[in-house]
């Protein structure tokens, strides 16, 4: 559901798809380690931060998707 509200946004503000998951994401796991205060979500920040510049890079190069 996230990254579906992530996509939207990108596509409606064109901004980086991975920056939003990035933002989102981030600040749903800093809110929920404020509440549970387990110091093992900072594992969940590391795998946040991977994803996000993973779908950043993917979705930089929309430009080779319309090669044929």
């Known amino acids: 559901g ?3 509200l992530a996509f939207l946004l990108s596509k409606w503000t064109s901004v980086n ?3 939003l998951l990035l933002l989102i994401d981030t600040s749903i796991v800093l809110i929920g380690l404020c ?3 387990d110091k093992t979500l900072i ?5 946040v931060g991977g994803v996000s510049v993973t779908a950043g890079i993917l979705t930089s190069f ?3 998707i319309y090669l044929r």
Do not use: W
């Open 2 to 4: 996230i990254d579906l």
């Open 17 to 19: 798809i991975g920056f």
């Open 43 to 47: 594992y969940s920040l590391i795998t």
């Open 35 to 37: 509440i549970v205060r």
């Open 62 to 64: 929309r430009s080779v």
